[in-house]
């Protein structure tokens, strides 16, 4: 298959609905909902909702019912960007060659549009009608999952010990797989979960999906500790060799280039041996996890 | 009844939940729970979650089924409060005479345990057990009605209103009812609307109990209002007149004080009124309506 196409394809399909999802910014209070919708159309590549939406499809599911969800997913992938941006806490002007959230419209705007984005992604997930083939518990299911993911036991609290480890003088394994697993791996773990739940998996498929969704979350983080040191400024949007500057706690810090090499490449084909009993619809998600460690930003 | 041995009762209920559905200050990351937990521990009246459980035993519901959204609620107020006192916005030291969180946590800190609690209030709603008493369907739209009213459309909506007004020339009275409805309004609201709904309320009492919730929350508000400028710094816990001195939008400066009074108390008697066909089961709403203009702090 054509990954790039498909990528592409999805993307678009992603960003329709998010546009129809949004509250619109000609609806009261204006400031935030254009707050909300820069950050939102900021050139996401749209990762998180499109594995959901790959992972409904390799359980044989309805992708129009994982469509709500998915955009509240990056919803709250975008709250946490909009967030980690502040002066308080990475103190950043650029994303994605943009200026920030809060160099557009302000500190006060910034917190608020972060704070409404989470609501609305709970919003629309709770407005997803229940029927024959979407029954009432699954939505439930899904919210859960989703909330755990994105609260102090999983993003949040990811968050927290990235900032806290700032600058120590020694990082250890342990902190930084906590650190990766958390921040970025909860949230893409929690979204191939709730593709598989909403496109009906049993539970052994789940399972297999949620070792799936384990692996690739923390091979991408790795992927991107490894860009930050190989990736030019250019390719990833942000200065190159930031996190050394920053004494972030990575993957290549802790156990060099090299290794983090290999131990994301080792992930890959655990993702891809998880998915051995699914059949050609599950060719996205194969391909995908083998994108994440070669793609250049 | 004895409406002060009532609350201080429910309030202990209340405070107990919250200490059991919280994440622990020994758990992962200690800074943030620890955070999460100054606040939520502020010296609340938890006069959100008292109206929900007071909803639900209205309608002839079972509490303890309440409990877990009534504890949801608290934690969203509680976010709320935190972010409002943050630097960028009202920038504020101190809240019910304790410093506030970002003075004992910093900034960064205070971002992540707001963000943190809205989030909890999710996990904590969808972790609900449906059952034969409360049907799946019952705490979706539970989730849907507060996430609405919390949202864009809701209280960050008012919030964002309120900032944006602050200061300004002239203050019209749709401008300070908006933010009012919004900011205080819809969480008082969506608290005695599912109240009903987890009590199983008929759609013709929840009807009866929407309208109290909202005469209530704009009761609240003004009440609110007019303490800020009669009661003392002891009383309020913060400085008396400060509405006045930030320029903050509020119903004695666009109708007067006489008038305003004059508007809460016809808003407590709509909210009565609206309990006409309820027995002695909602008597505390009853006495809750008239104690919110009454009251001191």
Redesign the interface.
């Known amino acids: 298959m054509d990954l790039k196409a498909y990528l592409k394809e999805r993307c678009t399909l992603v960003d329709e609905a998010l546009d129809r999802f949004l509250?619109k910014a000609d609806?009261?209070?204006f400031?935030?909902?254009k707050s909300?919708r820069y950050s939102v159309f900021a050139g996401g590549k749209r990762i998180r909702p499109i594995l959901m939406l790959a992972a409904c499809d390799a359980v044989g599911g309805d992708i129009s019912l994982a469509m709500p969800a998915a955009c509240a997913m990056e919803m709250i992938h975008t709250?946490s960007l909009i967030?980690d941006d502040?002066p308080?806490?990475d103190d950043d002007d650029f994303r994605r060659g943009n200026p920030t959230n809060h160099k557009v419209f302000?500190?006060?705007?910034a917190?608020?549009a972060?704070?409404?984005l989470?609501?609305?992604a709970?919003?629309l997930?709770?407005?997803v009608e229940?029927s024959a083939s979407l029954?009432?518990?699954a939505?439930?299911?899904v919210?859960?999952e989703i909330?755990?993911c994105?609260?102090?036991?999983g993003m949040?609290?990811g968050?927290?010990?990235d900032?806290?480890s700032e600058g120590k003088a020694e990082m250890d394994l342990a902190t930084v797989q906590?650190i990766h697993t958390h921040k970025t791996g909860a949230l893409i773990k929690a979204s191939v979960k709730a593709g598989a739940i909403l496109g009906g998996a049993d539970e052994a498929r789940l399972a297999s999906l949620t070792t799936y969704g384990e692996a690739i979350g923390l091979a991408f983080q790795i992927a991107d500790d490894i860009l930050d040191i190989e990736g030019t400024t250019e390719e990833i949007g942000k200065d190159a060799g930031s996190d050394e500057a920053r004494g972030k706690a990575t993957y290549p810090a802790v156990m060099g280039l090299a290794e983090s090499k290999k131990r994301a490449v080792e992930l890959v084909d655990m993702a891809l041996e998880s998915l051995a009993g699914f059949d050609h619809r599950a060719d996205p998600l194969r391909d995908i996890a083998t994108y994440i460690v070669k793609r250049k930003s």
Chains 1, 2 share one sequence.
């Open positions: 509250p609806e009261l209070p400031s935030l909902h909300m709250y967030h502040l308080a806490m302000g500190e006060a705007i917190i608020l972060g704070d409404a989470l609501t609305e709970f919003i997930m709770s407005r229940p029954p009432p518990e939505v439930l299911r919210i859960q909330s755990h994105a609260g102090s036991h949040v609290g968050q927290v010990v900032m806290e906590y």
